[in-house]
């Protein structure tokens, strides 16, 4: 089955311990990216990557990190978590690299909580 | 910037009545548009989108929306609800390169039986 995977999906932690929410994708996907919503505000950008590679900040990167080693793999990594930055992250892909016509896939969700 | 307006952050209608969630963009050149759905604890998925050629957009579920470029609009709307359209509804808008979505704040549309 094509779909985008997200580890953990739920995730207490406390302020300034490292974690890494990973995210996976079977569609052989150039494009993926890193969103968090929160009430009233959508869904914001946090990263993305048009290729192994290659990545880039989008509107909130501040806090957060990303990696693209391998194709399928966009791993989204907090080196020191705040309170702020507690919020539902979804990871996407899309098949192209830089056409805004493509659908994005997204994963289910990664609720973290940092106390 | 473009920015996205859902009016209504929360919408309630009674089952088999007609579903209007409005959207306005603001854009300097044509973008492209899309309505997607979150279901309670589950990802988002893409109910339609408009990219060219024809202004009316049809999509999964019963849903359509009309894109009025003279009006920066991109309302969704479906003539009956259903229960199962209980759910959260994004627009997002994106340019012409760049694969970059900027969606609206969401609107949760509640379905009374």
């Known amino acids: 089955e094509a779909q985008v995977t997200q580890n953990p999906r739920y995730l207490i932690t406390v302020t300034g311990k490292k974690l890494t929410v990973t995210c996976s994708q079977n569609?052989?996907?150039?494009?993926m990216s890193w969103y968090r919503q929160d009430p009233g505000l959508g869904l914001r950008q946090i990263y993305y990557s048009m290729n192994v590679e290659v990545t880039d900040k989008g509107d909130v990167p501040e806090g957060y990190k990303v990696s693209r080693k391998e194709k399928r793999n966009f791993p989204l990594i907090l080196e020191s978590p705040s309170p702020n930055q507690t919020s539902l992250y979804f990871c996407?892909?899309?098949?192209?690299?830089?056409?805004?016509?493509?659908?994005?896939?997204f994963g289910p969700g990664t609720r973290l909580t940092v106390l | 910037a473009q920015s996205v307006t859902q009016l209504g952050s929360h919408v309630s209608v009674s089952e088999g009545a007609l579903v209007l969630l409005r959207c306005n963009y603001s854009?300097?050149?044509?973008?492209?548009l899309f309505w997607y759905v979150q279901y309670p604890n589950q990802g988002l998925q893409l109910l339609l989108k408009y990219t060219t050629g024809a202004t009316l957009v049809k999509g999964i579920n019963g849903f359509e929306a009309e894109f009025k470029k003279s009006e920066t609009s991109f309302h969704l709307t479906k003539p009956s609800a259903h229960m199962s359209d209980a759910a959260e509804y994004f627009c997002a808008v994106a340019m012409e390169y760049g694969n970059k979505l900027v969606f609206g704040a969401g609107t949760i549309l509640r379905v009374k039986s």
């Open positions: 569609m052989n996907h150039e494009y």
């Open positions: 854009s300097s050149v044509p973008p492209y």
């Open positions: 996407a892909s899309s098949k192209g690299t830089g056409t805004s016509t493509d659908t994005q896939y």
